[in-house]
């Protein structure tokens, strides 16, 4: 418990040290009026209150990440632990929180609109179709979770087809409707049932005081298959660094009303939710050590609902559980319903279309919901399926992050400020996600003496192009 205190330690320490440094960089102007103030729409650009969108920012990024990817990558023991804070303070809340400045800095914009104004036009448009298809798989995987969960706490007769039903028109509602009609109205409910599974599993921790593996008892895993570097980095995205992030602080960004606001929404989400992953990465370390809950094939534990909500049960009493359980539920629903939210914004700023209507919003979200549709049949009911969705999703899921770093990274040097806050970063994931697509089954599926090398050569290649540009960019200026 030495490991898992001082990392949780860590973490509070780095939103007020960190946090503030990457807040003095932004430097938010509190005199400049917001797009939720000068492009209210009464639709998407609606002004809330602060607390109400840190509530919102963080259900939209917490989704199955903290919870179900903290459960996968436990197998990691203590590296599991090192990846969340450092990737937290370092490089989620940092990426988190410069994707939701910049877009409130150019009115309210998109990722795949950021994307292209610092990384050209051709970038732009891979990004936007990486990244609606992105929303979409999000979309896809986030219902059959809370599905299955909500079946086996319901009558028979409401079997796992009803809750999807009633999930996919859930999203349909919440994507199409006025973000204050919905998403400003629930949220709050479902925000304090994910958080009070949180205190009260982390509470459980030291009332159990499980002997939990330290760091100096070492980092490796007995599972060959699932090495951790690049493995352990994808499958514990949203609790570190997410790609899917930078998508959701656009849909916030039209929504506050002070760039003072930033850092407490978007970093401070952020550190929330590494906060909910480490709590359940170590929940699930002693699970397993308890239980043997853990492939011995591949050396993953795919049943993370089950998990999940056998802890929930054994440690919070049936009250409790039930309660907790709901915060799980809520969690993939609340990020799945803004993912598609955020596709029809990113369609409609790339096709410079208004959503006013109701009409031109259905327009949009049609094609989006049967393709949505589509990939959860495909997945439904074959473990198989639904596996290599996830994978994709996650490897996409970073892809995604990459990008959105280097945009940052080109921002902060054309602002003449500290460029190696996302560079470092940046040059880090670009190694991940290059070497997972290498070495992983569901990839090219390369030998590691293979997959190795051919990773650092996308990072010399990355360092190449970064050079090659400052250069001209520090000639032109």
């Known amino acids: 418990m030495i490991t898992f205190s001082i990392a949780l330690v860590l973490l509070l320490v780095g939103y007020w040290v960190y946090g503030k440094y990457i807040d003095k960089l932004f430097a938010p102007d509190s005199s400049k009026k917001t797009p939720a103030v000068t492009m209210a729409?009464?639709?998407?650009?609606?002004?809330l209150p602060t607390w109400k969108i840190f509530m919102i920012q963080f259900l939209n990024i917490a989704g199955l990440g903290p919870i179900f990817g903290a459960i996968m990558g436990a197998q990691f023991g203590t590296a599991s632990y090192l990846w969340i804070v450092l990737g937290t303070i370092f490089a989620g809340a940092v990426h988190d929180f410069l994707a939701g400045g910049l877009s409130i800095r150019h009115s309210g914009e998109s990722l795949p609109e950021i994307i292209g104004r610092f990384l050209g036009n051709r970038t732009k448009q891979v990004a936007?179709?990486?990244?609606?298809?992105?929303?979409?798989?999000?979309?896809?995987?986030?219902?059959?979770?809370?599905?299955?969960?909500?079946?086996?706490m319901t009558p028979d007769s409401l079997n796992i087809y009803f809750w999807i039903v009633v999930?996919?028109?859930?999203?349909?509602?919440?994507?199409?409707?006025?973000?204050?009609?919905?998403?400003?109205?629930?949220?709050?409910?479902f925000a304090f049932a994910l958080l009070f599974m949180a205190v009260g599993i982390l509470v459980m921790l030291y009332v159990k005081n499980p002997d939990l593996p330290e760091m100096w008892n070492g980092f490796g895993t007995k599972y060959e298959k699932n090495p951790i570097f690049p493995m352990m980095f994808i499958s514990i995205a949203c609790g570190a660094i997410?790609?899917?992030?930078?998508?959701?602080?656009?849909l916030m960004a039209r929504c506050i009303t002070n760039e003072k606001h930033c850092r407490p929404v978007f970093y401070g989400a952020m550190v929330t939710e590494g906060i909910v992953a480490l709590i359940w990465a170590a929940a699930a370390t002693y699970f397993f050590h308890e239980n043997g809950i853990v492939d011995e094939a591949t050396g993953i534990a795919y049943s993370g609902a089950k998990v999940a909500t056998d802890i929930s049960n054994d440690w919070l009493g049936t009250f409790g559980g039930i309660l907790a359980i709901l915060g799980i539920v809520a969690a993939p629903i609340t990020s799945g319903d803004t993912a598609l939210r955020?596709?029809?914004?990113?369609?409609?700023?790339?096709?410079?279309?208004?959503?006013?209507?109701?009409?031109?919003?259905?327009m949009i979200c049609i094609p989006i919901f049967l393709l949505t549709m589509g990939l959860l049949l495909?997945?439904?009911g074959d473990a198989e399926g639904f596996k290599i969705i996830w994978r994709y999703f996650a490897w996409c899921n970073q892809t995604l992050s990459v990008f959105t770093l280097w945009a940052i990274t080109v921002w902060l040097v054309c602002s003449k400020k500290n460029y190696w806050v996302t560079l470092i970063p940046a040059l880090f994931m670009t190694c991940v996600c290059s070497t997972y697509i290498l070495i992983a089954p569901e990839g090219l599926a390369l030998a590691p003496s293979v997959a190795y090398p051919l990773g650092g050569c996308c990072v010399i290649i990355a360092v190449v192009w970064f050079v090659v540009w400052f250069r001209k960019y520090k000639k032109l200026s």
């Open 167 to 189: 999930i996919f028109i859930y999203y349909v509602l919440a994507t199409l409707m006025p973000i204050d009609k919905i998403i400003g109205k629930i949220y709050p409910l």
């Open 41 to 47: 729409d009464g639709v998407d650009f609606i002004p």
């Open 342 to 362: 955020s596709a029809r914004l990113i369609v409609a700023d790339f096709l410079h279309m208004e959503q006013r209507s109701i009409r031109r919003r259905l």
């Open 242 to 250: 997410s790609g899917f992030h930078a998508t959701q602080s656009p």
């Open 128 to 152: 936007c179709v990486f990244t609606v298809l992105l929303m979409i798989l999000v979309g896809a995987v986030f219902v059959s979770g809370p599905a299955e969960l909500l079946a086996g």
């Open 378 to 380: 495909y997945s439904f």
